[in-house]
């Protein structure tokens, strides 16, 4: 059974360079499903995708990475999202907006509460959250519903922001809908931008004292690394520089590298500051090597890439 549960969205990412476009699998908790998977790590994704190419593609390919799919809803009308991405020449990357119809209603949007396999959350350890399904009121809905069997069955809740406003038909009611997730949730990621809109601070020991229940707060800000609060220590880990392609889904991997280090470790490990230091450079790594490829699942390291990395920076 799987230790990780991620209920999100899976789409396809089409990035747009100058007059060329390419297509490639995406999705914030779809990619740290995927790299949890090339990590070694047993993991669920549950989500929605529809009846179309897109959707039996992307199922196909969280299979094929190893991803287990028993929580993956089918929706026989609406269609599989696609989201357009620029990408800059440092591999920086913008969001455009989707490549459907602007009142278009998309499958990942539909992912019901009452098909969520309960089964899942008995013997999971965590439960991987976004806020790109809380716009819509029946995935918000399902959100809860998770929330609600990640308390009773005692899984951590993870929640990485990952905030992308075109999500959004009225992005003024965000910051109330995470809210409400942060207040359920044990271990946050968030982006330095995002900790700042949402949070209105970047500093990880403030943010927790915003949310008392919150175990461990992370502060990504790209290549200048990051800031933590864990084990009721505030501290910062480095980036890692590679040769760098596309940024997208370096968080994302960075996510599932430090979930992956949570696997293997007691929690009340956090509060010694050498495993802290471990696990945090771990998930750098796994982010790091993300980038070298265009796409958010291109280039995700195997646990013996990401330690092998590591070891030749010693």
């Not at 696609?82 to 009142?103: H, M, N, Q």
């Not at 699942?297 to 030749?312: D, I, Y």
């Amino acid at each position: 059974m799987a230790r990780v549960l991620c209920l999100g969205e899976v789409l396809r990412d089409r990035f747009v360079m100058g007059d060329r476009e390419v297509t490639a699998p995406g999705g914030a908790v779809a990619n740290v499903a995927i790299a949890l998977a090339k990590l070694g790590v047993t993991v669920e994704f549950i989500g929605c995708v529809g009846e179309d190419p897109s959707g039996r593609e992307l199922r196909q390919g969280l299979q094929a990475a190893g991803v287990g799919i028993v929580g993956l809803q089918r929706h026989p009308q609406a269609p599989t999202r696609e989201i357009r991405i620029r990408v800059d020449a440092a591999g920086e990357r913008s969001f455009l907006g989707f490549s459907g119809a602007p009142d278009a209603v998309y499958a990942d949007g539909l992912v019901a509460a009452e098909l969520l396999p309960e089964a899942l959350f008995e013997a999971a350890e965590f439960l991987v959250l976004g806020s790109c399904l809380l716009p819509s009121p029946i995935a918000q809905r399902t959100t809860q519903r998770a929330l609600h069997l990640a308390n009773k069955h005692y899984l951590k809740v993870v929640t990485d922001i990952n905030w992308r406003s075109v999500f959004w038909p009225q992005p003024h009611l965000a910051i109330a809908a995470v809210g409400a997730l942060l207040q359920q949730t044990d271990f946050l990621k968030v982006s330095y931008e995002e900790a700042l809109h949402f949070l209105g601070t970047a500093s990880p020991a403030a943010i927790a004292n915003q949310w008392p229940d919150l175990e461990g707060v992370l502060v990504t800000d790209g290549e200048r690394g990051g800031r933590y609060f864990l084990g009721d220590r505030q501290g910062e880990y480095p980036a890692y520089a590679v040769a760098t392609v596309d940024t997208t889904g370096a968080g994302d991997a960075f996510l599932a590298g430090f979930l992956a280090q949570l696997t293997q470790i007691p929690l009340s490990a956090l509060a010694q500051p050498k495993a802290v230091q471990t696990a945090l450079a771990y998930a750098a790594a796994v982010g790091a090597l993300a980038t070298r490829a265009l796409g958010a699942t291109a280039a995700l390291p195997t646990a013996a890439e990401t330690t092998a990395f590591l070891q030749n920076l010693a």
